[in-house]
């Protein structure tokens, strides 16, 4: 199945992007006549015939819409401080949308190596991850956060912080609640600071362990990311 990202899309005729009509008739080598498939990172399915190949502005007939496309029965929001290497950071966020997270929130913390990132890079890298995995919906990116004003801004029943201090000793499924949005934060490679951790508990936020190893940070937001995937499913009503 061929899929574009079309975000755009409001007409049954829609022209693809520069890049995107060289890529489908230049890269898929797909011509006039042939159907492809469009999505808009909001749910929205098109079915489409290309009516015009032109390498640089390829027209679209849309036949057939359908909503809500893959839409998961969840909300999954990891929270992570961004690695001082950005190609770990790229790493993750392509794995973590191939397996259906909802949002991700780039941390500031305390013990950052890193203070600013490419959200624009960060946000190709998920689309084309949606549209490799064939998804339907975009997650929301959010740019670098100070951590404090994040911990005011959560839902402090279903967000929990992952730590390595010794009373982080409960999983993420023991504080599971099926059909609730669950948010994990994940520090940088130093830990959150035990201030943060302080203020973190003090607005309600749970403490976590991820298991015996010690994990990088893109791992262990992968790990807490592809946890959530699991419990949602193994919980998921029949």
């Given at each position: 199945?061929?899929?574009?990202y079309t975000?755009?899309?409001k007409?049954e005729i829609?022209t693809?992007s520069e890049?995107e009509?060289k890529?489908c008739t230049?890269?898929?080598?797909?011509?006039h006549?042939?159907t492809v498939?469009l999505v808009?990172g909001n749910?929205?399915?098109?079915?489409?015939?290309?009516?015009d190949?032109?390498?640089?502005?390829?027209?679209?007939?849309?036949?057939?819409?359908?909503?809500e496309?893959?839409?998961?029965p969840?909300?999954?929001?990891i929270a992570?401080?961004?690695t001082k290497n950005?190609?770990?950071?790229?790493?993750?966020v392509e794995?973590a949308v191939e397996i259906?997270?909802?949002e991700?929130t780039?941390?500031?913390c305390?013990?950052?190596e890193?203070?600013?990132l490419?959200?624009d890079?960060?946000?190709k890298?998920?689309?084309?991850?949606?549209k490799?995995?064939q998804?339907?919906?975009?997650p929301?990116?959010h740019d670098?956060?100070?951590f404090h004003?994040?911990i005011?801004?959560s839902?402090?029943q279903?967000?929990?912080i992952?730590?390595?201090e010794?009373?982080?000793t409960k999983?993420?499924?023991?504080?599971f609640s099926y059909?609730?949005?669950?948010?994990?934060m994940?520090?940088?490679?130093?830990d959150f600071?035990t201030?943060e951790?302080?203020?973190?508990?003090?607005?309600?936020?749970k403490p976590?362990?991820?298991?015996?190893?010690?994990?990088?940070?893109?791992?262990?937001a992968?790990?807490?990311?592809?946890?959530?995937?699991v419990?949602n499913?193994?919980y998921a009503?029949?």
């Amino acid at each position: 199945m061929h899929l574009f990202y079309t975000p755009d899309i409001k007409t049954e005729i829609y022209t693809l992007s520069e890049e995107e009509s060289k890529h489908c008739t230049r890269v898929l080598r797909l011509n006039h006549g042939d159907t492809v498939y469009l999505v808009d990172g909001n749910g929205g399915k098109y079915t489409a015939i290309i009516q015009d190949a032109h390498h640089k502005r390829c027209q679209l007939q849309v036949v057939e819409k359908q909503i809500e496309y893959g839409k998961l029965p969840y909300v999954s929001h990891i929270a992570v401080a961004p690695t001082k290497n950005m190609d770990r950071m790229e790493w993750f966020v392509e794995k973590a949308v191939e397996i259906g997270v909802s949002e991700i929130t780039f941390l500031l913390c305390e013990h950052s190596e890193r203070k600013n990132l490419r959200l624009d890079r960060l946000e190709k890298i998920a689309v084309s991850a949606m549209k490799q995995s064939q998804k339907g919906y975009l997650p929301l990116l959010h740019d670098m956060t100070p951590f404090h004003r994040f911990i005011k801004k959560s839902l402090p029943q279903h967000t929990f912080i992952a730590h390595l201090e010794n009373d982080a000793t409960k999983s993420i499924k023991e504080h599971f609640s099926y059909g609730k949005p669950h948010c994990v934060m994940i520090g940088p490679e130093g830990d959150f600071s035990t201030t943060e951790i302080a203020a973190a508990y003090e607005a309600g936020i749970k403490p976590v362990t991820l298991g015996q190893s010690r994990l990088r940070t893109e791992t262990a937001a992968l790990v807490a990311c592809h946890t959530l995937h699991v419990l949602n499913d193994i919980y998921a009503p029949l």
